[in-house]
């Protein structure tokens, strides 16, 4: 029977997850980590230690991996989960973190760059990461630079898996931090008055929150079907295909990018103000869609991919489609006669 | 977590599918001349009997009335052959008021009805709308006065989709003229072949009519009343909800975009960046799309009610539709700027149908409850806020 929720694993996963970061992961604890001097929470960590984190990303389940960054994302948690789980869920190493597209929490030791520190082009590496180079984002964690050392090749064939995941887990970070601040934006209108009744009973303030809630269910749905996708059960190697590694990365940039300007705009001055947790949640949403590149040129390039026959057909789990994007038949006896006349 | 069918339900696809294969460029190219010709939308006679032939009118209905299946095996159903783009306007007016009567009817009302339906020789149409009871449906003015065991019926119904074909319209009516808004309203199957029922064309730009009914004095039996009287709000307030779930667009889009991916198979240079950009945005939209129908299936299917979750797919589906067309519109451009013949085949039929997408998608985002209202539903069910 078809289900969009998360099977019981995952619901076990974040029933666990939720209970040590409720106590353990309050907006206080990620204003103190913004304001100290390495942008940690170390007793966060230590919770997360405690309840297996690490033993999930060595799991490397994709259901799993995208459930916990979805929930670590709601919390807003300072830690750099999506980034070290990718590595240790595809090459099996600790303490690394993935940074093909640029620099990466410098909390973490190493990282896996592509091409620097290997004499093959697109290569892989593995290389320290240059904590001393450390720079805040405006999103008030701090990220940093590989070094420039020769470092250990890495196998280039994972380097394409590495990158789906990323965007899965990243998505998925990005959905839960949307629905968090939705659920921030909510609660404000409900309760705030203005013209002597709840600015939420206005319908210029409750639609655009309904826009925020589609394309935020939307960008989640995806996330959930990227990663059933990617699952060995559905002949995945553990990260969604590109195909849906790339719509769900780009739903969940513009479902995050809606949700905080929607949200901010319904709490008027009160989302700017730093003592409201608002621009908690809008700055590292807006600073995490950034991480990975503009998903646009990944959209135009899944299109080529659907514009040529061989490509196309390989394509699985689009749309209706087990495999390809198939033509009704009519259609193609109607459409037939201007192709050919076109040709 | 399981976005995949299961065998029963892959075996139904694949049958659903089988069917699909087998309708010729020829055979709907008939569809269109019949609908052409009867002048209404989306609805050809023949196709609908075509399911008939199958048992597929009335899927989902308990028996001896019909078929039942889960409500996920339905979506499955209307999602191959919405996205194969045949016509099926006139199948679900027809299923959703025939899923009214299954619910709600009188035993006589069921016997004498739900055959015809899966026959598909007797056509329904919805009176809801008025002249001055658009969004606001509560406005409504027709009223029934009981006269003994029939009530005379006096008003007018606007925007009846294929009225001029219906042997009967499903109207929402006034019953009890001292209450007020949802109470006292009742619903009444009208043989619009009876003394004082007048038809009138209202031409759209979709290129068919749609209708205004009138009603002088009819007289109607007090045994057509379908549910409990002076309560015909609760079941109206059903059929909105099976309206909202049908597809506006949102299914079709994925058939025509797999032409425009037929079409320039080996020209994505031809494109651009920018354009190709927007293809996979639209690629990936209707992937939203789908996932949203989807939960509205397994929701329904666990028993549970999703009004917001229509709301959703429902205003998701319609604006996407129109992005969709005018996208299309602009590639396809200068054959779209051209209106074919209605019911004649065009040298360029993508294109054709595209001009003809853009003019239709126009009005997907106000029937079935326009995107204002389905907003309020998503914010008043889904989020819990307050009511203005």
């Known amino acids: 029977m078809l289900d969009e929720r998360w099977s019981d694993a995952e619901v076990a996963l974040v029933d666990g997850l939720r209970a040590v970061l409720v106590p353990e992961c309050p907006t206080s604890v990620v204003r103190a980590a913004e304001a100290s001097d390495d942008g940690r929470a170390p007793r966060l960590e230590a919770a997360l230690g405690a309840f297996g984190l690490d033993e999930v990303a060595d799991a490397a389940e994709p259901g799993q991996l995208a459930a916990a960054a979805w929930e670590l994302g709601r919390a807003l948690a300072p830690v750099p989960f999506v980034e070290t789980a990718t590595v240790r869920a595809v090459l099996g190493i600790d303490d690394a973190a993935y940074g093909l597209e640029g620099t990466v929490p410098a909390s973490v030791g190493h990282v896996v760059v592509a091409g620097a520190g290997t004499s093959v082009d697109g290569g892989l590496a593995l290389v320290s990461v240059d904590a001393a180079a450390a720079r805040r984002t405006t999103a008030g964690d701090l990220l940093a630079p590989p070094r420039d050392e020769v470092g250990t090749i890495l196998d280039t064939s994972e380097t394409d898996r590495l990158g789906r995941l990323a965007r899965l887990l990243g998505a998925a970070r990005l959905v839960g931090a949307s629905e968090g601040l939705l659920a921030l934006g909510i609660e404000y209108v409900k309760g705030r008055e203005q013209f002597g009744r709840p600015v939420g009973a206005f319908q210029a303030v409750a639609h655009r929150l309904a826009d925020a809630a589609i394309v935020s269910d939307g960008a989640g749905l995806l996330v959930r079907k990227a990663a059933w996708v990617a699952a060995t059960e559905q002949g995945g190697d553990g990260a969604p295909e590109r195909l849906f590694a790339t719509m769900a990365w780009a739903k969940a940039v513009e479902a995050a990018r809606v949700v905080a300007a929607s949200v901010h705009q319904c709490m008027g001055g009160y989302g700017f103000a730093l003592e409201y947790d608002c621009q908690l949640f809008s700055r590292r949403m807006r600073s995490w869609s950034m991480r990975l590149g503009r998903p646009g040129p990944e959209l135009a390039s899944m299109a080529r991919a659907l514009l040529e026959a061989p490509s196309r057909d390989a394509v699985r789990h689009l749309w209706h489609n087990d495999q390809g994007v198939p033509l009704p038949r009519w259609a193609g006896d109607l459409d037939g006669n201007r192709e050919r006349a076109t040709r | 977590m399981n976005f995949g069918l299961d065998e029963r339900e892959r075996a139904w696809r694949d049958e659903v599918r089988a069917f699909v294969d087998s309708v010729s460029g020829a055979d709907v ?203 015909g709000w609760a079941v109206l307030a059903e059929a909105l909800d099976v309206e909202r779930a049908m597809s506006f667009g949102g299914r079709e889009g994925r058939f025509w975009l797999t032409r425009l991916l037929h079409r320039y198979e080996g020209r994505a240079g031809e494109l651009g960046d920018a354009r190709l950009e927007d293809l996979g945005a639209l690629v990936m939209d209707l992937e939203v799309e789908r996932l949203l129908g989807l939960r509205l299936a397994a929701i329904g299917e666990r028993g549970a009610i999703a009004s917001a979750e229509a709301s959703m797919t429902k205003v998701f589906g319609s604006e996407l539709a129109q992005r969709q067309a005018q996208w299309m519109a602009d590639l396809l451009a200068p054959e779209s700027l051209f209106e074919g013949a209605r019911g004649e085949l065009a040298d360029d039929q993508l294109a054709a149908d595209i001009e003809e997408m853009l003019r239709v998608t126009t009005v997907y985002t106000v029937i079935g409850g326009t995107s204002e209202v389905q907003r309020n539903t998503i914010a008043q069910r889904g989020l819990g806020l307050p009511r203005g």
């Open chain 2, 29 to 231: 190219a008939g569809f269109r001349r019949e609908m052409a010709e009867l002048d209404v939308e989306r609805h050809a006679p023949t196709f609908y009997r075509m399911l008939c032939a199958r048992g597929w009118v009335g899927l989902g209905w308990p028996e001896p009335d019909g078929r039942p299946v889960p409500e996920t095996e339905r979506f499955v159903f209307h999602e191959e052959i919405d996205t194969a783009g045949l016509p099926m306007y006139g199948v679900e007016i027809n299923e959703a008021i025939g899923w009214m009567l299954v619910r709600h009817g009188s035993d006589a009302l069921k016997r004498e009805h739900l055959p015809r339906i899966r026959r598909g020789d007797t056509w329904y149409a919805g009176g809801y709308s008025e002249p001055d009871a658009g969004s606001d449906l509560l406005a409504l003015k027709t009223r029934a006065v009981r006269d003994g065991e029939t009530f005379r019926v006096s008003g007018s119904k606007l925007w009846t989709s294929s009225a001029h074909l219906a042997d009967f319209v499903f109207a929402i009516v006034r019953t009890d003229p001292d209450a007020t808004r949802q109470r006292g309203l009742s619903i009444l199957l009208i043989d619009t072949t009876l003394s004082g029922v007048e038809i009138a064309a209202v031409p759209v730009m979709g290129g068919w009519r749609v209708n205004q009914c009138f009603f002088d004095d009819v007289v109607v039996p007090a045994a057509n009343v379908v549910g409990v009287l002076d309560q």
